[in-house]
């Protein structure tokens, strides 16, 4: 029992990081059809910006305290999204009428961009957070649950439920939907359609950014290939819910998490992955538009 | 898609190479005539064993710099052209074939097996002699090239003191952790060969994903079992986050890792609190080794007060092996090395006498279990 919790809990952690980057790659594909390969370098970029404020903050070896991480945490998200904006304005946005294809490897260009340029600027090595995360918690079960992760997990769920809200309440938010559904209309009733794209990239990455600020100091090392993995499995767990679905990107997060550690602890680490892949085919058999997505007839 | 976008990383990479391989040709076109002799260096110098790679270079450098002090080899300087393994096969190819290219007369390292078995393959057709420093997977000398020379002790020697180091502790269930590299697995295989042997039982063999840093799954695992010993194998970026989750998780048992977790880093990564006692089997670095003071000082004193790592002595050794056999082979034509390496008696180096045996190994291991005690390794025997 107390291992089957602990395995849960341990799962809906790292189901709560997929689920966050997953969700850029959903409304990202949602509203332009792309699948974004730099969305996993921009998770590691908010782990590295979060780590440099972290330092900033806690230069004087005082640590920086709970209101702290929690000031480094939105502004990396502000930082990140408006690169993330950058690289919309900049990367995607002059191949918006190009074939798919081209946006694609532009996509990959862009990926490539990030992980050598954060390799020159924060250098190859390892570099450790300059925090060391409470290890307290609660035991329930028998299994410890540390308070880092149920606040890891809130503050996840805060984000999505806010991302939510956002989508389904206020005016941009239907304007994003709108764009997804026909982008020409959208153009024709007066929608600013790019400053509505633009802000997709810049949720995506803030979202994608929060993540990697908080597995940076989850873990405690960054790198600047450790978007490249993670990337993979969030595009998994994004088609897993059914790509182009904000709750299916959630839900195919925190499944894909509770397989993988399932999986571990079922068939062994080495089996982790192939797992977590099979569960993918099997669901794109049965069901090739994800859990919760939704048939489109292909326009272009 | 995994598939994919690796190949495509790849052939970037291959692409960048070859625009650096260019440009430094342009540089040392006329090294090879002349006042010098050129050396190839291939090591990781970017990617996740960037920090071992850059100190072994240290070392190369520093053991150069003093055999030109002293006047050459041969009366003529020796001068190293460094080429980026990456630890990776692929990458590790396109850099010897450049430093084949670039007509080196021997080459100088190797620092994960995985990469150092497709480039000593590379040497070996063009007939180069490549001494290697670090690399220790049994199937490098298993492909019996005789360009191919190890001066570390190897995998098995490294998996026996393991073994010897839990049966002398009374840990009888053993859990072999590996990251599914060629040493690593190498590793594991040989440790639960040698702690079967020995009456223990392995109670868990199981594999990590280094690029992953979740390894909760598999640590909550472990608990399950309650091993009396667990064995890491893999690299020091993994090693640190294992050592961490492990000891947070409280796991029971000693906690070992092999010399690819050897490095300062280990410790910054999973916390000084969470490496007290933390148990590591490998070559001495040369703060450990007698008659390596002057080495320790001189280091420090070059790169900034930075501590040489764990395979520095051994780096340093390779580069005064190679040049005192350019001096007995009184050539610099590689086959002479070749033959003069092979021929090394009894040479004199830092923690280590280098003869080699007919696999071109050395015959005694100088392996040593080094336990971490307040944020700092230490003996532990």
């Avoid at chain 1, 862009?110 to 090595?125: D, H, P, R, T, Y």
């Amino acid at each position: 029992m107390d291992i089957l919790v602990q395995t849960l809990a341990d799962g809906l952690v790292i189901g709560a990081f997929y689920s966050l980057i997953a969700l850029g790659y959903t409304m990202v594909f949602g509203i332009i059809k792309l699948l974004n390969f730099a969305h996993g370098d921009l998770y590691m970029l908010g782990a590295f910006v979060g780590y440099t404020l972290l330092s900033v903050v806690s230069g004087n070896g005082s640590g920086a305290g709970l209101m702290g991480i929690i000031v480094v945490l939105f502004l990396t998200m502000v930082i990140v999204g408006a690169i993330g904006m950058g690289i919309e304005r900049v990367a995607y946005r002059p191949l918006l009428l190009a074939p798919r294809l081209s946006i694609l490897i532009t996509a990959i260009g862009v990926s490539l961009f990030l992980e050598n340029g954060s390799m020159l600027f924060w250098g190859a090595q390892y570099q450790v957070y300059p925090l060391q995360l409470s290890h307290d918690g609660w035991e329930v079960f028998g299994a410890h649950i540390t308070y880092t992760q149920i606040g890891l997990v809130i503050i996840s769920a805060l984000l999505m439920l806010g991302l939510h809200l956002f989508i389904s309440r206020t005016l941009y938010g239907k304007a994003m939907r709108a764009i997804a559904h026909d982008q020409t209309a959208c153009h024709l009733m007066g929608i600013n359609v790019h400053k509505v794209i633009a802000l997709t990239f810049f949720i995506g990455a803030s979202l994608a950014a929060g993540a990697g600020t908080m597995a940076g100091a989850y873990y405690g090392t960054v790198n600047f290939m450790m978007g490249f993995i993670i990337g993979l499995k969030a595009f998994t767990a994004a088609v897993l819910g059914g790509i182009g679905s904000i709750p299916g990107a959630m839900l195919g997060g925190l499944l894909l998490g509770m397989m993988e550690t399932a999986g571990t602890f079922l068939f062994g680490g080495s089996w982790k992955d192939v797992v977590a892949f099979s569960l993918l085919i099997l669901i794109l058999v049965l069901k090739p538009t994800g859990i919760m997505g939704e048939k489109v007839t292909e326009r272009m | 898609m995994k598939k994919w976008g690796s190949a495509i990383v790849a052939t970037m990479l291959t692409l960048s190479l070859a625009v650096a391989g260019c440009a430094n040709q342009g540089q040392s076109s006329g090294a090879a005539d002349g006042n010098e002799i050129l050396v190839g260096v291939l090591l990781p110098v970017t990617g996740n064993n960037a920090t071992d790679g850059k100190d072994m270079q240290n070392a190369i450098e520093m053991a150069v710099k003093k055999v030109n002090d002293a006047g050459g080899v041969l009366g003529k300087k020796l001068k190293i052209e460094v080429a980026d393994d990456g630890c990776d096969p692929q990458m590790a190819t396109t850099a010897a074939n450049k430093l084949v290219s670039q007509n080196v007369v021997a080459v100088v390292g190797g620092y994960c097996s995985g990469a150092t078995l497709p480039s000593s393959g590379v040497f070996k057709n063009a007939n180069i002699p490549l001494i290697v420093p670090a690399a220790n997977s049994a199937k490098l000398p298993a492909q019996g090239y005789d360009t191919l020379f190890l001066i570390n002790g190897l995998t098995p020697d490294q998996a026996q003191t393991a073994a010897d180091y839990m049966a002398a502790n009374q840990a009888k269930k053993v859990a072999l952790v590996h990251d599914n590299s060629a040493y690593a697995k190498d590793l594991a295989d040989f440790a639960k060969a040698a702690v079967e042997k020995s009456g223990g039982t392995v109670v868990a063999y199981e594999a990590i994903n280094p690029e992953e840093k979740d390894f909760s799954a598999l640590v909550t695992k472990l608990k399950g079992i309650g091993p009396d010993a667990t064995y890491f194998t893999g690299y020091y970026a993994a090693g640190g986050l294992m050592v961490k989750q492990f000891k947070q998780k409280g796991v029971s048992g000693l906690f070992f890792v092999g010399d690819g977790s050897f490095s300062e880093d280990v410790i910054k990564i999973a916390g000084a609190e969470n490496a007290e006692g933390l148990l590591i089997t490998a070559t001495p670095t040369a703060e450990f080794i007698e008659g390596a003071e002057a080495f320790t000082t001189e280091y420090k004193a070059t790169y900034n007060n930075l501590a040489p790592g764990p395979f520095s002595a051994l780096s340093y050794n390779a580069v005064n092996l190679l040049a005192d056999a350019i001096k007995r082979a009184n050539s610099t034509d590689p086959d002479a090395i070749k033959k003069a390496i092979k021929e090394t008696k009894d040479f004199k180096a830092l923690g280590q006498t280098i003869s080699f045996n007919a696999q071109n190994t050395l015959d005694t291991s100088n392996f040593a279990v080094l336990k971490v005690a307040g944020g700092k390794f230490t003996l532990a025997k």
